[in-house]
C-alpha cells in the first residue's frame, strides 16, 4: 500500500512506474516524470515511495545474494553509512557509532543489523555496504582481527551489540512496498 492511494488503479501505476526504475536504473526525477500527475502524491510522498521501492529492492537482492552460504561465508560483516546532511535523522547517525568496538561495523547475523538494515523507515537514504574478515581487520576491528589471526570465528555473541534504545517509525514495514516491487520487476503478480 501507500498511504493516500485510494484506488487500485493509482497504486498499480505507482508499483508499475517503480518497478520500471529499479529494472532500468532509473532515477528520481525519472520516476516524478514518469508516474506524472493523477496519483495525488506530493514531491516529497513521491521520493519517499521511491527511496523505500528503490533501496528495498537493493536490500532484498543483497540479502539473496549474502544468503547464500558460498557469499555470505566471505561477508560476515556490514558497514551502515548514514548521509551526513542537515536531513538526516540522529537515530540513523547513531547507528554509526553502536556497532563492534563503537564503530559502524555489524556481523550480517546481528540482530541490530537485521531490525536496522536499510531501508529503515521512511525517507532512510543510508546505505549497507558488506565486507570481508579482512577488509573488518584492516579497519582496525579486533574481533576481526582475532578471526583472521586464527581462521576461526570467535563467539559471534561477543560482537552483537545492544539493540538501541529507539524504533523506526509507527507503521514502518519494509516488506510491502518491496515485495511489490520486486514482483512487479519479476513479472508476478501478488
Known amino acids: 500500500t501507500v498511504a493516500g492511494l485510494q484506488t487500485e488503479q ?21 520516476f516524478e516524470d514518469e508516474l506524472g500527475a493523477g496519483t ?18 537493493y536490500s532484498a537482492g543483497m540479502d539473496r545474494i549474502i544468503a547464500n ?3 555470505g561465508a566471505l561477508f560476515p560483516f ?6 551526513h546532511d542537515d536531513r538526516v535523522r540522529d537515530d540513523h547517525l ?6 563492534i568496538e563503537g564503530t559502524n561495523i555489524y556481523l ?8 536496522w538494515k536499510a531501508p529503515a523507515d521512511f525517507g532512510c537514504r543510508c546505505g549497507d555496504t558488506y565486507i570481508s574478515v579482512a577488509q573488518a581487520a584492516a579497519r582496525g576491528l579486533k574481533y576481526a582481527q582475532e578471526w583472521l589471526r586464527t581462521g576461526v570465528q570467535p563467539d559471534p555473541q561477543q560482537a552483537y551489540v545492544m539493540m538501541p534504545g529507539f524504533e523506526p ?3 514502518w514495514r519494509r516488506e510491502p512496498i518491496l515485495l511489490a516491487t520486486l514482483a512487479a520487476v519479476n513479472g508476478y503478480d501478488l
Open 10 to 30: 493509482a497504486l498499480g501505476k505507482v508499483r508499475d512506474v517503480l518497478a520500471k526504475s529499479v529494472g532500468e536504473g532509473g532515477t528520481l526525477v525519472g
Open 40 to 57: 495525488f502524491l506530493s514531491p516529497q510522498h513521491m521520493e519517499t515511495v521511491w527511496r523505500a521501492g528503490i533501496q528495498g529492492a
Open 69 to 71: 552460504p558460498l557469499i
Open 78 to 83: 556490514v558497514v551502515r553509512n548514514a548521509i
Open 94 to 99: 547513531a547507528l554509526e557509532t553502536m556497532g
Open 108 to 115: 550480517v547475523s546481528d540482530p541490530v543489523f537485521q531490525k
Open 169 to 171: 517509525s509507527p507503521g
